[in-house]
């Protein structure tokens, strides 16, 4: 059984000027163990997908239709008084986007950790600020920093700190959110390692939302590619990123620079993401497709399944079906 | 190469550091930040040169030298054979018509207020180049076109907020072309930008490059997509040059080993690709007090005695080739 199952989710945001629709019919599965990748361009819904599945919508996010299984319970259907004790943190935690502005300035980095466990568990505060000393151990940042305050510590450090906190209550699944933005490339590839290496000690699951598809390349074994907040493919990450079937996923792989390897040709895609307000008929890419036809401004491609029955893909190339 | 554009000789940038007044009279030399020292270079015509290193390494600081928005601590900038190091005033700003700069945000580096056609007439109106209203016109419609906003008239009375970041940047590149440089500092033109996205203004620059043999400053951290822009990078490391050379022949055969790491840090979009891991530990030392010798040594993998006691200079390591190391690697 898959530890998360999305099922066609829906999920729009009110505007002034009506439904924005940033999660339109969304599924996939994410099995324990599993690492999947969401990439896309900005404004693509990576980030309200995640946010859904932590039910942490703003206020004026509001779900439509579909479920989302988590080890067998409906998060969809759970009040939000279960969610904060039972699933929030506990069962599912997040690291967010932007380290640096997401600890506390004027609290010990510790006593957030410390925080966050005793709001969840029923320790005492030694025993938990002795878990928060093995947390600061296990992402490399060492017991001895435990009092520090978040200034004195560095960006990279900072983002350790709160994959540390993430970790706090071993939670099933890890969501993180563009980690390693505003960080170097050198402190990128440490924080990288660092969750790598716990992905695997810790036999972790998670999801990491990024608009890098190197980086998901890297950390990944899955990954879903989504664009104006529908997922057009999805799969493993070598067979995506070898064979993309999507014209989008085929632009978007090829407009990656490489620094290994030929030097190849960039790809560009022409034009911009559409607007979700009034997103185009059929299949949402048909405005920036090289190989668009009649049918693909009319109709929506559904999700097919080709070969490798993991590798799917929603395009009337690859002979996608109506939805 | 051709008879360089702009020349960097001993560039030395010290920020001082505001001390307190007893501190001020106990010690007797003032605190600096070491932001650039001693750097040389120069580039050609029509030639993109790249700066990488990671934040703090005095890239930019370097930028803003040669544009003379800072006053150089020692050391001087030439460009096109004349020493500029000292030209200020109305003689600087009609030589400010020749170099040109495109920042980094394109969200903050519009004015919100100001229209698209505001925005990219402004050098006109500031270095009064144009005599009548027609012509201003005509010029700004013809630098639109050239970067790819057609029709113009679509974008000219639109305000920045109604664009999106591609086109905010296309803004700023208008802006920085529209009196002809002959030289541009960018920095980091497309790091803000969606990959998609930031492939087409790459293209587009490199299409600039060649229509208006113009020469860039391509400040960058960003060592895969320097690849596809630059002609020949320059490796910084606190405020120094570590190594430098044409873009491939550095990716391809780096000698400093920090260049090695930082190669190896930038994530490849190629799942099952083999690649040396190399993880640096640590960050950037503190620029006040650099570390002595090398000032890598503290993080590097090879470092012996000698590195932490002399300074390595840059030498010869092939054609074009400069680096500053006692132990290259692959020699």
Redesign the interface.
Known sequence: MPLVDVEHLKMYFLTMRGWVKAVDDVSFTLDKGDSLGLAGESGCGKTSTALCILRLLPRNGKIFGGNIDFQGQDILKLGERELRREIRWKKISTIFQGAMNALHPTTKVGDQIVESIIAHEKVSKKEARKRAEALLDLVGIGASRIDRYPHELSGGMKQRVMIAMSLACNPDLVIADEPTTALDVIIEAQVLKVMKDLQQKLNLSMILISHDLSMIAETCNKVAIMYAGKIVEQGEVASIYKEPLHPYTQKLVSSFPSIIGPKKELASIQGFPPDLLNPPEGCRFHPRCDYAMEICRRTEPATVFTGNKNHGVACFLIGGEKS | MSEPIVKAEHLTKHFPIKTGFFRTLLSKENPVVHAVDDVNFQIGTEEIFGLVG??GCGKTTTGKLLLKLIEPTSGGIYFKGRDITNVAGREMRTMRQKIQVIFQDPYESLNPRMSIYDIVSEPIHVQKVAKTMEEIKDRVEKVMEDMDLVPPEEYLYRFPHEL?G??RQRVAIARAFILQPEFIVADEPVSML???????V??LVLSLVEKFHISFLYIT?????S??MCNRIAVMYLGKIVETGPT?DV?QHPFHPYTE?????????????K?TEI??KG?IPSAVNPPSGCRFHTRCLYAQDVCKKEEPQLVEGGKNRYFACYFPLGK
């Not at chain 2, 969606?194 to 087409?200: G, L, V």
């Not at chain 2, 790491?261 to 690709?273: F, W």
């Open positions: 990671e934040s999106s591609g086109q969606d990959a998609s996205i930031r492939s087409e790459a293209k951290h960003d060592m895969a997509l690849r596809y491939e990716i790491a930082l190669i190896a840090a930038v994530p490849v979009p190629d799942p099952t690709a690649r993880v640096l960050e």
